[in-house]
């Protein structure tokens, strides 16, 4: 299982852009690299998944370089609504994933 | 979009009860689910990995005599706490996989269980 690591926590004002990076130096060559939201007492919303290059969709974007050994979720112009737990995974839908302990992003207003 | 349904939501009951938590899949057939659990300020920890048809595979260190799982179709996969005990109380949270090789898979909104 790809192992990931995120930092911590982040703080940033509201109206801000965040890009929070993701290190997964093991990803094998079929894996996904998929963002959850989490807030407290919820299970982890679907953000974002990606396999190479960008993505963007409605609420993110996903910067994967071509090595993909990282990747970078970008939150434009946060609210306070994003405070919340941030995971990124890596694999294969139908199989295990393993959890990092994610990062605690902070909206100040 | 997909949607994955937990029941019930929060469940209080004594020490020595055993409980059932639901996990449905409301829009798709789900060949596999997962089942997490997660304690307070930390992460989700992957409990076992619920294939329709066939048994469980549990992670190292979780108890298959403890917490028996039944996925009996594509859309219904089912937790029980057996004998549970106030370390059991957790936040407990299933997943399943849309299918194919690239979907995402979609959680749960979670059932908090606690043993008096």
């Known amino acids: 299982l790809a192992k990931t690591t995120q930092p911590i926590s982040m703080d940033s004002y509201e109206g801000q852009e965040v890009n929070i990076t993701c290190s997964h130096n093991n990803i094998a060559t079929n894996d996904y690299i998929t963002w959850y939201q989490q807030f407290p007492s919820q299970g982890p919303r679907f953000i974002i998944q990606g396999y190479k290059t960008k993505v963007t969709n409605e609420v993110a974007s996903l910067f994967i370089p071509a090595d993909r050994k990282s990747s970078t979720l970008s939150l434009p112009r946060v609210s306070l609504s994003d405070t919340a737990v941030y995971y990124c995974l890596v694999g294969l839908g139908y199989q295990k994933v393993t959890f990092g302990i994610g990062t605690k992003l902070q909206v100040i207003p | 979009g997909a949607v994955v349904s937990q029941h019930p939501s929060w469940v209080i009951c004594k020490s020595g009860t055993s409980v059932k938590i639901e996990c449905r899949s409301l829009d798709f057939q789900a060949t596999t689910m997962f089942w997490y659990r997660q304690f307070p300020k930390q992460s989700l920890m992957l409990m076992a990995t619920s294939n329709e048809g066939s048994k469980a595979t549990y992670e190292q260190g979780v108890e298959k005599d403890k917490f028996l799982i039944n996925h009996a179709s594509l859309t219904l996969s089912t937790l029980t706490v057996t004998s549970a005990h106030p370390e059991d109380s957790s936040f407990y949270i299933c997943?399943?996989?849309?299918?194919?090789?690239?979907?995402?898979?979609?959680f749960g909104d979670g059932t908090r269980l606690s043993i008096l």
């Open positions: 997943s399943a996989d849309l299918g194919g090789g690239n979907q995402p898979q979609h």
